[in-house]
């Protein structure tokens, strides 16, 4: 866990706030038995995930596409092609969704910001992505590719342990 206690505190008080946003009917399917808290989110989304990452094409129109995402301090990590649709989107327009899900069992969405990481100031993150994705890999190509984090403004967690998909 790579997470600082404020860190985690922040990440409370966003699902909070997310969830008290939410609308009628969505609170009555994630009634709060069902929700996450700061470290069941911390402690699902350890290691490699794959997430659904929704971009803005320049004439408006969604596009999704999974991505690797990495939960680093209480944040959504992903990398992308250096010439991708999905870069240019990004760069364009930072706004994005996001979705980690397995089946009718969890889904963890983020709705904010994609933000570019300067992997030389983030010394911690490049040392667990060389960890997750292994030296010989990060050290070849995974390095040199664009990465970013999305500050999320809303994020909402479903949990059900009794999903059958």
């Known amino acids: 866990m790579y997470e600082t206690p404020e860190e985690l ?56 596409a999974p991505v690797d995402a990495i939960f680093y301090r209480a944040r959504f990590v992903f990398g992308t092609g250096p010439n991708s649709y999905r870069l240019r989107h990004i760069r364009a327009r930072p706004s994005v969704s996001a979705t980690v899900f397995d089946g009718e069992r969890l889904q963890i969405t983020a709705h904010g910001k994609a933000t570019p990481l300067a992997l030389a100031e983030e010394p911690g993150l490049e040392a667990f992505l060389t960890e997750l994705y292994g030296k010989e890999a990060w050290d070849s190509w995974m390095r040199d590719i664009p990465w970013f984090r999305i500050d999320a403004d809303k994020m909402i967690t479903f949990r059900n342990p009794e999903g059958t998909r």
């Not at 808290?37 to 997430?51: C, F, K, W």
């Open 9 to 64: 505190t922040a990440l409370q008080r966003l699902l909070d706030d997310s969830f008290a946003a939410s609308g009628r009917y969505l609170r009555s399917v994630l009634r709060e038995e069902r929700r996450l808290d700061a470290a069941g989110v911390v402690d699902r989304l350890r290691g490699i995930s794959t997430m659904a990452l929704a971009t803005v094409t320049a004439s408006g129109e969604p596009r999704v």
